[in-house]
């Protein structure tokens, strides 16, 4: 068994194809299902996180498993193979870096954005409730939970942070000189939703609203709670919304072009915001098309994304640095502790094919090794792996197992 992973981001797909590519809250269950079927024990434990930058899959199993997995998860999806083309496989070390640069926000769109941290632990613990993920991969994941906190706590990556709602408000205020005056609505409930009017109030933006499926009271600070209206009210509350900011989970839009022209025309023209942060996304990009309606997505925040860029790039460097040695460490103690697994279990399986004496002939042997060769037929992989392990290790093992019979 080792780690692996395969997924798409910013840097290998567009934003078109990213949202065809998701797991969330509306297919994790099946998406289990289908994992738990079609694989069955090669595949001990796993997770997904989907952001609005990227999908990837990470897992515990049997070697070489990462492009079969991918292919399978594709058609999953119902999405085209030729998404695979722009996917990337990693597996052992690799696959541990790169977890830990994805969770300290290395390998984010903003170079050192602080958000992807909360959605990293949130995604590990949905699939925490849906019991994939245990034994070995959990204590990777709290390792790499780990190894992202020093990399933000012992470097400064996240000096100055641009988050996503932090670039929200930055194009916010290169459109109105005075964002305070707008009145704000921001369609969504969930973490990123509530990060964006977190950080729109404590910049001074108090005419804010809320709309989401449900109602539901939303705690945004000490000082800030909203209840939020229901989506049905969306087309009444959108012609006096000046900045609309949408962050919805939806396969397909809910903000179209004939919604907000039918706004404009109860505005009089006059200028709206459309910031969209959702992947899929929540806003028909024909919106674009209407004359004094201004549309930005995901993809349109890597424009405003070099705030700091020379700073953060610095100390990305020495985060780099750490994870990389904190992850050799950890892949070392992990490679061990696989070997000494597989080392028990060939053990396990000979001591059962052999008589108390013979074991107690093993036990007494000068060489271990050469004793269970004589008196039995290894394969090629056990030798190797037995091969790797002290006299003294064999021998505590085999006394584990002599009086556990």
Do not use: W
Not at 150 to 175: D, F, Q, Y
Not at 395 to 402: D, N, P, T, V
């Amino acid at each position: 068994m080792e780690l692996q992973l395969f997924g798409i981001n910013h840097k290998t797909t567009k934003l078109s194809e990213r949202e065809l590519f998701i797991i969330n809250d509306s297919n994790q269950e099946e998406f289990k299902n289908f994992i738990a079927t079609t694989f069955n024990d090669r595949i001990e434990s796993f997770f997904a996180l989907s952001t609005c930058n990227r999908t990837e899959i990470y897992f515990y199993a049997k070697e070489l498993m990462a492009e079969m997995v991918m292919q399978k998860t594709t058609e999953f999806l119902g999405c085209s193979k030729s998404i695979i083309d722009d996917s990337y496989t990693l597996s052992g070390n690799e696959a541990l870096e790169h977890m830990c640069c994805v969770a300290s926000g290395l390998d984010s769109q903003v170079l050192g954005e602080q958000e992807i941290f909360g959605q990293f632990k949130k995604a590990v613990q949905s699939f925490v409730d849906l019991k994939t993920i245990h034994g070995n991969f959990q204590q990777i994941i709290d390792e790499v939970i780990s190894i992202a906190k020093a990399a933000r706590t012992e470097t400064s990556i996240g000096v100055n942070p641009l988050s996503v709602s932090g670039l929200a408000l930055k194009i916010v205020k290169e459109i109105f000189e005075e964002p305070q005056q707008q009145q704000v609505t921001v369609v969504g409930a969930g973490q990123m939703a509530i990060g964006v009017l977190e950080h729109f109030h404590s910049n001074g933006i108090q005419q804010i609203q809320a709309i989401n499926r449900t109602n539901k009271t939303l705690h945004i600070s000490a000082s800030l709670q909203l209840n939020t209206s229901s989506l049905s009210q969306l087309a009444t509350i959108i012609t006096s919304t000046d900045i609309l900011v949408a962050s919805i989970t939806t396969p397909l839009p809910i903000i179209g072009k004939g919604l907000i022209e039918n706004a404009f025309r109860q505005r009089r023209n006059k200028p709206m915001l459309l910031i969209d942060l959702g992947v899929p996304r929540n806003i028909e990009d024909q919106v674009r098309d209407i004359e004094n309606a201004y549309l930005f997505s995901i993809e349109d925040m890597e424009k405003v994304t070099q705030e700091n860029l020379e700073e953060r790039t610095g100390e990305a460097k020495k985060a780099h640095v750490l994870i990389a040695d904190k992850a050799a460490l950890i892949g070392s103690n992990i490679n061990i502790k696989n070997t000494r697994s597989e080392a028990y279990q060939a053990l396990t399986a000979i001591a059962k094919s052999l008589n108390q004496e013979g074991i107690e002939h093993i036990i007494n042997s000068p060489d271990p090794l050469a004793e269970i060769q004589a008196r039995h037929q290894i394969s090629d992989g056990e030798l190797q792996c037995l091969s790797s392990l002290t006299r003294h290790a064999i021998l505590s093992m085999i006394k584990e197992i002599r009086s556990a019979r």
